[in-house]
């Protein structure tokens, strides 16, 4: 079945050379500009929403101001299908999960390039420093979305685009204050002309935060200076030049084992995190514009370091650098009105550095994708990737969608089936739990829903089902007690027994439902949405058939806002969470809970608009890891400028 897929995406992206047509802009990084019914990421370049079978959801500019939210993945957990659990207050260990996946297997990407930290242990990346700032368009795509995005997507992809200008000269200001000595300052400046577009922005988060250990008696702080910046040089036409960069350096009070007991609770521990993302790319069009080529180089950078004073020496306890460079060609090509083929090459290097282990690795990848549009509100999207690792070596993979609109766009159908794909990271590899001979993790998963637009588009209701197995998934065996057998190979290094290693053992499924309402009337608008997921470990072993951790069964979201006469904007949103369990054996149960918040804000005029809002207004006490601490009722109020 799997090969019969492979080899017949292959064979419809291969017949996109036979036509010719009329091109779109390629790009990995959405215009923030764009409309809610222009999707990018699901083919990475803009497709009417109509026309993408994939599950996406599209936060725009509008609605992350609204949110007044600080945090992307607080932002991210009130859409459908993705939870998130943090180590603490903000800027701790965040991990952002789609569809039951496991964190690592998210793909990340800020302006059009692809974030991990390749010194991280999954590889993956660490949402907890990821700020609202600059950002200014949000798409999430659902399911597993390796043709495209390669390595990583097999719980989906989060495409993130920082603000654009629009007019000759504009700029911003930002400013917040609250509980727990929060201040929370941003601002911008920009401009467009005939030959130029640019940006810079800048940010300062800080807060005293509270302990971050559950029963602690100190409060552990965060504090976070970010760059953003980005420009786009037309040279001349059909030719230009984007250049965009984003970095951040935070650094958060941590709660660990302090001696001598080595028991979880109180330190003056710290940990750092600086994070540099860099693209470079040169648009050119072809064929009086039928072919729209990018050529890209990203970089990114993640510096980790924890330093607790009460340690002997020079009180480092951690220490890891992460590099990642990536080379891209892309090319969109319309190959007669409603075909469109989108193909490419990429080369990537990761390194990774945290002592005593060191180790660098490459993978090239090509992939091709055809979009049809074969009868008049039928577009069906098929795709194929091969991708080449210097450690594990090669993989093939494809992708089929299928989106159906009918009674003049009222009505969509939508269907997919995907393949994704995870390669070990360098840690699983090459640290001194590493082990050569991992494969990469592959998933199969598909989704089938309807969209129904009422009421002349007042009312959007959306349903969709969803089903993903994960074989080969990377776990880690323990060499210590009864476990593994004292003779086990793998429990050797350079003669020596080792505390344990990474193996291919790991089986599991998720499947679950997705239900959202949009509705507006008048002044007052309703949002809803609601995931059931449910999870399985099927590995063989004692956790068979028990929940995966930290994966709730149900969340639910209500968001409803109202515009009053004399233009002030208020609302509430409310979060349900189902139970969850923290640990893989289920042994250690997380209770459910609901959040409320309230939020306001007023326009004076056309520059100046105060806003406020109250943080889980009910004091809820909760946990999304167990003995962690969050925050309770929070105050916060602000101000914004444009002129």
């Known amino acids: 079945m799997r090969n019969e897929l492979i080899a017949s995406a292959a064979t419809a992206a291969l017949l996109l050379a036979a036509d010719a047509a009329s091109a779109q802009t390629a790009t990995a990084a959405a215009d923030p500009n764009l409309l809610d019914d222009v999707v990018v990421t699901a083919n990475r370049s803009a497709q009417a929403a109509d026309r993408v079978g994939q599950s996406v959801t599209i936060l725009t500019a509008a609605e992350i101001q609204s949110s007044q939210t600080v945090v992307v993945s607080d932002l991210l957990t009130r859409t459908p299908g993705v939870t998130v659990s943090r180590n603490g207050g903000v800027g701790s260990v965040t991990a952002l999960r789609i569809r039951g996946a496991e964190s690592d297997q998210t793909v990340a990407i800020v302006d059009g390039v692809k974030l991990n930290d390749p010194s991280g242990t999954g590889g993956g990346y660490n949402f907890g420093n990821l700020l609202i700032g600059d950002v200014a368009r949000i798409e999430v795509l659902r399911g597993a979305q390796s043709t495209l995005w390669g390595s990583q997507a097999i719980g989906g992809v989060v495409n993130i685009v920082t603000a654009e200008p629009t007019r000759p000269f504009q700029a911003s200001l930002d400013a917040e204050a609250g509980s727990r000595g929060t201040t929370y300052l941003r601002g911008s400046v920009g401009g467009t002309g005939e030959r130029a577009t640019w940006r810079l922005g800048a940010s300062r988060y800080q807060t005293d935060g509270f302990s ?36 951040s350096d935070g650094t958060v009070d941590v709660d660990g084992f302090p001696a001598p007991l080595f028991a979880f609770g109180d330190t003056r521990e710290t940990s750092s995190t600086k994070e540099l993302v860099a693209y470079t790319g040169l648009n050119f069009d072809l064929f009086d514009g039928r072919l729209s080529n990018r050529v890209a180089y990203g970089y990114t950078r993640t510096d980790r370091q924890n330093l607790n004073p009460d340690q002997a020496g020079s009180g480092i306890t951690f220490e890891a650098e992460g590099l990642n460079r990536r080379y891209e060609y892309q090319g969109v090509f319309d190959v007669r009105e409603g075909w469109t083929a989108t193909f490419g090459a990429e080369h990537e290097e990761s390194e990774f550095s945290a002592a005593p282990d060191a180790a660098e690795v490459g993978l090239d990848g090509v992939y091709a994708q055809l979009q049809a549009e074969v009868v008049d509100g039928l577009t069906l999207t098929g795709g194929v990737r091969r991708d ?36 070990p990271s ?30 002349d588009d007042a009312l959007i209701l959306s349903a969709t089902y969803f089903s993903r197995e994960t074989t080969n998934q990377i776990d880690f065996v323990s060499c210590s007690g009864t ?55 099927r590995t063989p072993g004692p956790n068979l058939g028990r929940r995966l951790a930290r994966r709730p069964e149900e969340v639910a979201n209500l968001s409803v806002g109202h515009v009053w006469p004399f233009g002030l904007s208020t609302s509430v949103a409310v979060q349900h969470v189902g139970e969850s369990f923290d640990n893989a054996s289920n042994a250690t149960r997380l209770d459910a809970y609901t959040l409320v918040d309230l939020r306001a804000s ?24 167990a003995n962690y601490g969050v925050a309770g009722r929070g105050a916060f109020v602000g101000v914004r400028a444009r002129f």
């Not at 690792?389 to 997919?416: E, I, M, P, Y």
């Open 426 to 455: 360098l840690y699983q590899l090459y640290s001194q739990y590493g082990n050569l001979t991992l494969r990469p993790e592959e998933a199969d998963g598909w989704d089938a829903g309807v969209e129904q637009h009422l009421l």
């Open 212 to 247: 971050a250990f559950a029963r602690g008696t100190e409060d552990d702080g965060y504090e976070n200076f970010g760059l953003s910046g980005r420009a786009n040089i037309r040279i001349v036409e059909g030719v230009s030049v984007d250049l965009r960069a984003v970095y």
């Open 483 to 537: 476990a593994t057998p004292a003779t086990a190979p793998l429990c050797f290094r350079n003669g020596a027994r080792r505390f344990g290693y990474y193996s291919n053992i790991a089986l599991t499924e998720a499947d679950g439902v997705e239900l959202a309402a949009d509705y507006e009337i008048g002044s007052f608008s309703i949002n809803a949405n609601y995931t059931r997921t449910n999870t399985e470990n």
């Open 602 to 625: 007023y326009p004076v005029n056309e520059t100046l608009e105060v806003y406020g809002r109250i943080e889980n207004a009910g004091d809820e006490t909760y946990a999304t890891t």
């Open 388 to 423: 080449e690792h210097d450690t594990f070596g090669g993989k093939t993979l494809g992708q089929v969608a299928a989106a159906w609109s009918l009674n003049d766009g009222s009505t969509v159908l939508r269907a997919s089936f995907g393949q994704g794909f995870k390669a």
